[in-house]
């Protein structure tokens, strides 16, 4: 099964090539293509993993048709037959891992949202007893789930550097205050009814984060979501409070990167056909569980 790495597309405007992401305007619109690309520390892997855009598309579509009664979203559809005739010239390289979707204004903020303390969290916690400004109780441990889910901010990063946890006030000095509190009310809205629908399939949805943008003049969800790129998830039957529970994500390349002599910079190793295919199940293995 081969990997899609790279679209080409020539008589397309491509607009933006991001760590997964290849994304092209059409007719006053986005056509946003999930390639296979995988993304590590900040670093795009010499491989990808196969099919993986294909499960992200399917995911995120899912979820978009999920919360429709929620909040608006960008998408406008995934289906290549329904894309303007100069999409479907490239069917081979855009079906099943491309979104049509409306181009809005990007709010320059990611919403994050966390349930557990794990991650960076648990780092920030470990150093000062808080996380993006939040006070917590002394004693919890890696992966407790805290007392209740926190909004947790960060700036969006150029590719090839990091995103940037901020505090609420900060938040609202770079959006303003009216809609940050738009933005956290949704957030969390959003991430407590996904979390309670993932629990019931096995789930635990430990952490995640959203993008949100403005399309005439209305807040709408875009980009991902909640797929294994934008969120860590855990499986409830092997989940224990104390240890870094084992995610349906890239956590296994991560982990296989950290045993490497390799400085996390640009050019990374190449990561053998084990890893590659054990990440590979991960993503099926937890869209199989979300979707049915």
């Not at 947790?152 to 959006?175: F, L, R, S, W």
């Not at 956590?251 to 056909?273: F, G, N, Y």
Request: with cysteine.
């Amino acid at each position: 099964m081969a990997e899609l790495l790279k679209t080409d597309c020539p008589d397309l405007k491509l607009v933006a090539r991001g760590k997964v992401r290849d994304i092209y305007e059409l007719e006053g619109n986005l056509l946003v293509v999930t390639t296979d690309r995988l993304s590590a520390f900040d670093v795009i892997m010499s491989r990808g993993i196969p099919d993986k855009g294909k499960m992200l598309t399917e995911l995120s579509v899912f979820w978009f048709k999920h919360f429709e009664g929620k909040i608006a979203n960008h998408l406008i559809t995934a289906n290549v037959d329904e894309m303007p005739a100069a999409a479907q010239k490239y069917r081979d390289q855009f079906e099943g891992r491309t979104m049509y979707v409306r181009k809005a204004e990007i709010f320059p903020v990611e919403c994050v949202a966390r349930g557990y303390i794990v991650g960076s969290g648990w780092k920030d916690y470990k150093a000062t007893g808080s996380v993006c400004g939040h006070k917590l109780p002394e004693g919890l441990e890696l992966a407790q789930q805290l007392p209740q889910p926190l909004f947790t901010p960060a700036t969006k990063a150029e590719q090839g550097e990091h995103d940037e946890n901020i505090d609420y006030a900060k938040m609202c000095e770079v959006i303003g205050e009216d809609t940050a509190g738009r933005l956290r009310s949704l957030t969390m809205d959003i991430y407590s009814s996904a979390a309670e629908y993932a629990r019931e399939r096995g789930i635990i949805i430990a952490d995640t984060k959203f993008e949100f943008g403005l399309h005439d003049g209305n807040i709408i969800l875009c980009d991902e979501v909640l797929t294994p790129d934008s969120s860590r998830f855990w499986d409830v039957d092997t989940y224990k409070v104390g240890t870094s529970p084992e995610s349906f994500d890239k956590q296994i390349v991560r982990d296989w990167l950290e045993t490497q002599p390799w400085d996390k910079a640009p050019p990374p190793p190449d990561l053998p056909d084990d890893i590659v295919n054990r990440t590979a199940q991960r993503y099926r293995e937890v869209i199989d569980r979300l979707c049915a």
